[in-house]
């Protein structure tokens, strides 16, 4: 079975600019999400969605980041403008179910720098 | 407010000394308890889900056990390839996020 893919997986950006990460979860998974994790923390979720409809997106930074799931598929996290405080690496993550007791099953990451 | 800490930040072990790593937690109603394990430049790789208090559950020289306040995670026996940091997280009755600790880095040296 295939995992979760992500890309890409590294980036370096000048603040202000503009980023886009995509993520593939794993067939058949109802619900994806998205994590920031900056370096000596734990993850810190940004979005769930459950199929196509966001679940949680309270600490999504909705004035820079914007998140959507293709066809309850792929998704895409997109970041404009981006701050230096945004340099971290970002997860992506799916579960099969939509009960929330599901184990999740995360992605390599992508490691932005933003400078 | 809902809370998870790890202990120790991190912890350095010969190959083969036992110990254990800690996950203390202030939540109100635990639905479950998740160790996960994280490699460097990777993501992190589910290890076990614990739902109540007594429960226990071992994978090679891993083994979870949760209480009303924390949970541990013994190694027994540590090997080299050991090493990587170890994180808990939780999840409440009352949210769909789970609750990340910041974990334990754990170097097993030979």
């Known amino acids: 079975e295939a995992g979760v893919a992500q890309s890409p997986r590294y980036k370096i950006i000048e603040k202000r600019q503009s980023v886009a990460f995509w993520c593939n979860p794993i067939?058949?998974?109802?619900?994806l999400y998205w994590y920031q994790q900056i370096l000596g923390q734990g993850p810190k979720l940004l979005i769930q969605?459950?199929?196509?409809?966001?679940?949680?997106d309270s600490q999504l930074p909705k004035d820079r980041f914007s998140a959507e799931r293709l066809k309850g598929v792929d998704s895409t996290l997109k970041i404009q403008p981006a701050k230096l405080e945004d340099s971290a690496v970002y997860l992506c993550?799916?579960?099969?179910?939509?009960?929330?007791?599901?184990?999740?099953?995360f992605g390599p990451g992508t490691r932005l720098t933003v400078l | 407010e809902d809370q998870v800490t790890q202990s120790p930040e991190a912890l350095r072990l010969q190959e083969g000394e036992s110990s254990s790593l800690n996950c203390s937690y202030t939540?109100?109603?635990?639905?479950?308890l998740f160790w996960y394990r994280q490699d460097p430049g990777k993501g992190p790789e589910f290890l076990f889900t614990?739902?109540?208090?007594?429960e226990e559950k071992e994978k090679e020289r891993l083994k979870a056990t949760l209480t009303k306040k924390e949970s541990f995670l013994h190694i027994t026996a540590p090997k080299p390839e050991d090493s990587a940091t170890y994180l808990c997280?939780?999840?409440?009755?009352?949210?769909?996020?789970?609750?990340w600790g910041a974990g334990t880095k754990l170097i097993i040296k030979p």
């Open positions: 993550a799916s579960s099969p179910g939509t009960r929330g007791l599901d184990t999740q099953y």
């Open positions: 067939s058949g998974h109802a619900t």
């Open positions: 969605f459950q199929n196509n409809g966001v679940v949680d």
């Open positions: 939540v109100s109603g635990l639905r479950g």
């Open positions: 614990l739902y109540s208090a007594g």
């Open positions: 997280a939780v999840r409440m009755d009352s949210n769909y996020q789970l609750i």
